[in-house]
DNA sequence: CTAGAATACGAACGATCGTGCTAACTTGTC
DNA sequence: GACAAGTTAGCACGATCGTTCGTATTCTAG
């Protein structure tokens, strides 16, 4: 199954970065801020707490972006890259579209088990902060947001085409619902502490599934 | 139909304040902040620009409240009263108890839709600012959001009283579903600015209640 | 091996943050 | 009308914010 990735804003083009250890000491930082992000918010987020975390320099860590939007842009890819890999890139190679559906919300809850980032899903958190400010950092949101409902409606479609769900249902429709409760779980889980909203998840969508069946 | 109430936090005893222009400053302050949280954030809300932004000056309204943590308690409960007056309170004296619920989410959608808070839902904001944050601004959100889905859920049961929807169905995991639309079609509507999710939401937890149905 | 570029650091900037202190004023009570 | 208490403003504090600059160090292409 061939999903559409999350590929880096088309726009910025890397200016041929030279050495190795810059490399290096680049996805270091975004690996942590993309962490941390969760935790303290992506504008929340000081470049300094972020410095001190990896045990850098401020001026040394800023010397990667021009600015500090620089920086969350490129902390947006990396989250993308890190949700790639942990939820969608496991959900491949189902048997049939239908399971590869709930193979793909069921990636999703374990991600959030697994605090893969420690405040949540990333997305749900960068989006409720930013949602209100006006710019490319809310833009590109929108954008991954549209790309992952993108994902599951796509499976739906092709889980229509394949026999297994009604073709009366809207993708897009079942897409929302289906996030809606993901996003209600993560919710739950990160404000309370407990596993029993990731458990309402995990059955809403199987029951809200099993209805859409021929 | 009585719902329970969003009542203030049980622990702060008023300070049994005395003047009645005070009590007026310390009112538009709260109205004030409550609905500018949900563009700056609770937390990115600094003193400094809320007093700018009702004309008083910084230490004069600091003056109401011990500490910003006290503002924030207070802003919460101030929020909590105008989701009652906007959503809660309009939802009352429904036929049934399953025209109830629907009237509930109706007017949920419609406070998003009339932007009583220019940010989104309040609460859903909130949330995902401080989620991660502990602290009693965290737990009294919990406790807020607890009840919110206590309300949702009474009424599942009442309608499942009346014999409107299968006694079956578990009040808990439905009012989980239909806040989880809700929220999504909040985050959608915030995000991309297009009134579709709120569409969706509305779609959504019709066919829900329907599907929920005897 | 060397030259030049990339990388990292320390220090400092102006701005803004939450929080106190003090003094002027308004209000409500006897 | 006086006095106590509540309200507001001005000012300043230490801390932290994003950002800039000059400089020392480290890698790498030739």
Same mark, same amino acid.
């Given at each position: 199954m061939s999903d559409a990735d999350f590929g880096p804003a088309s726009s910025?083009?890397?200016?041929?970065?030279?050495?190795?250890?810059?490399?290096?000491?680049?996805?270091?930082i975004l690996d942590a801020a993309a962490r941390l992000a969760t935790v303290e918010g992506l504008d929340g987020l000081s470049i300094g707490r972020l410095a001190d975390h990896i045990g850098m320099s401020k001026s040394?860590?800023?010397?990667?972006?021009?600015?500090? %939007?620089?920086?969350?842009?490129?902390?947006?890819?990396?989250?993308?890259?890190?949700?790639?890999? %942990?939820?969608?890139?496991?959900a491949r190679q189902a048997e049939t579209p239908l399971v590869g559906i709930i193979a793909l919300c069921d990636a999703f809850v374990s991600y959030l088990e697994r605090?893969?980032?420690?405040?949540?899903?990333?997305?749900?958190?960068?989006?409720?902060?930013?949602?209100?400010?006006?710019?490319?950092?809310? %833009?590109?949101?929108?954008?991954?947001?549209r790309i992952w409902h993108g994902i599951l409606e796509r499976r739906v479609a092709a889980a229509q085409a394949s026999g297994e769900l009604d073709p009366a249902e809207e993708p897009a429709q079942l897409a929302f619902e289906l996030d809606g409760m993901l996003k209600m779980g993560n919710a739950l889980f990160v404000l309370q502490g407990d596993t029993l909203g990731l458990e309402r998840a995990r059955r809403g969508i199987r029951s809200r599934l099993a209805a859409a069946r021929v």
């Open positions: 910025v083009a890397a200016p041929r970065r030279r050495r190795a250890d810059g490399e290096r000491s680049r996805a270091t040394g860590l800023y010397a990667h972006f021009g600015s500090k %939007e620089d920086l969350q842009l490129a902390t947006l890819d990396t989250a993308a890259e890190i949700f790639t890999d %942990e939820v969608i890139r496991p605090k893969v980032f420690p405040g949540g899903c990333f997305f749900a958190a960068a989006a409720a902060e930013l949602d209100t400010q006006p710019g490319p950092v809310k %833009e590109r949101l929108g954008e991954l947001l």
